[in-house]
């Protein structure tokens, strides 16, 4: 019989996210068989019953649940996965913390700083264990990259590059609002590329090179009215198509960030760039599996950037997995994830970002916002190192 304890999961939105967080819990008992806890899919939830029993069908789960406060208030359920558009995530979460559930919570935290705070509050009173998922934290190159960075090799750090990148917005036909396009509706999402692809940008820099302190931004909606699909009717847009910013990191590097779906011909484009006064790293997501690296130490004559293919058993998290040379993917790194937290709940530990680190990314993005509306310099008030 096994000796493993259970974490009864309860799962709550059955889109892209449910399908990459359903998978990492069903992965990680093969590939990570040392640890003590399992996931256990224990329930899902979608306010589609019909969808809700397609989904478990799919993936496993036990039993469905058409309104998340149900599935909140059974006692079968030790952990909820907020898997639904920003504007819920702050009652789920809240609702869940004062029900002693641990939160694992999508990103970005929520659709404003003021509700994020809420959330932290509501955990850190219940004391239940909590993350955000900042998946590309856990992507081995990056998880490499910051390796590299800790071990000094960079030197002092002049800059720090990052875009995200896409082009699904352009058709100015596109509507806004609703299932699929929630993302285009400020008021669900809370705010555009800032909180949806910058979000993550941010909490990789911040995780690799420390807290920023100001932002100078600029925002753009190119299509300033658009047709919602719940109503209707054509009404503004209030999301931010695009964002540039340029800001200060604490130990005086310059951060340089860019983010658009206006982009032709990118569709998921993150990559960023660290230039130290030794060495430099950069990395894209659509090649996942690599690090490029230069060292000025090289002898000169071979010096250059190479491509270190991070697929070796003794690069982060890759004895989980094939033999060297073999790469994986994008649903790996929520694999890891899970893996990470269910070993938090080993060692009593943080799965970082926790809710409280991620609040700090929050701060960016408000300061961002309102750096662009006001056209001038704001102080993000980051207080906690997450590095
Ligand atoms: N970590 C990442 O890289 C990443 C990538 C994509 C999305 N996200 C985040 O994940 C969250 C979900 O995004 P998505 O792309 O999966 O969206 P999605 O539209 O694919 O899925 C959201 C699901 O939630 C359901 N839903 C909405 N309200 C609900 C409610 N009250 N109760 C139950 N179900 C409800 C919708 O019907 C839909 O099935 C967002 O916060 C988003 O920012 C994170």
Request: charged share 25%.
């Amino acid at each position: 019989m096994s000796n493993k304890k259970e974490l009864r999961i309860g799962l709550i939105g059955c889109g892209f996210m449910g399908r990459t967080h359903s998978n990492g819990y069903r992965r990680v008992p093969n590939f990570f068989p040392a640890l003590q806890y399992t996931p256990v899919l224990q329930a899902v939830c979608a306010r589609n019953e019909a969808k809700a029993r397609a989904f478990a069908d799919q993936w496993g789960y036990a039993s469905v649940e058409t309104d998340w406060k149900k599935l909140i208030a059974r006692d079968d359920i030790d952990a909820v996965d907020i898997c639904t558009p920003n504007d819920t995530h702050a009652e789920i979460a809240i609702a869940a913390a004062e029900a002693g559930k641990m939160v694992l919570c999508e990103k970005p935290l929520a659709r404003t700083l003021a509700e994020s705070q809420e959330m932290v509050d509501a955990v850190e009173k219940a004391g239940v264990a909590n993350t955000v998922w900042y998946n590309y934290r856990r992507i081995p190159a990056v998880t490499l990259a910051k390796k590299i960075i800790e071990s000094g090799k960079l030197g002092q750090i002049y800059h720090y590059r990052a875009n995200f990148l896409q082009d699904w917005t352009i058709n100015a036909n596109l509507p806004q609002g609703g299932e699929g396009l929630w993302r285009m509706d400020a008021s669900v999402a809370g705010s555009g590329v800032t909180g949806d692809l910058l979000a993550h940008c941010i909490d990789t820099a911040m995780w690799l090179n420390g807290s920023i302190k100001d932002v100078s931004a600029v925002t753009e909606t190119f299509v300033k009215e658009r047709m919602h699909q719940l109503t209707g009717k054509v009404e503004k847009v209030g999301i931010d198509d695009a964002c540039v910013f340029h800001c200060h990191f604490e130990n005086g590097s310059l951060g340089l960030f860019e983010s658009t779906r206006y982009a032709r011909g990118h569709k998921a484009l993150y990559t960023f760039e660290i230039n130290g006064a030794n060495a430099s790293i950069r990395w894209d997501l659509h090649d996942l599996n690599r690090l490029e690296f230069f060292d000025n130490s090289d002898e000169s004559t071979l010096r250059g950037w190479r491509s270190i293919h991070v697929t070796d058993g003794e690069q982060p998290y890759m004895d989980k997995w094939w033999v060297p040379g073999l790469g994986i993917g994008y649903e790996h790194s929520f694999i890891h994830q899970v893996a990470d937290f269910l070993q938090s709940l080993e060692t009593g530990g943080p799965c970082k970002p926790t809710f409280k680190e991620a609040l700090e990314t929050q701060k960016v993005c408000e300061a961002v916002l309102e750096s662009a509306s006001s056209k001038s310099w704001k102080d993000t008030g980051v207080n906690v190192c997450i590095k």
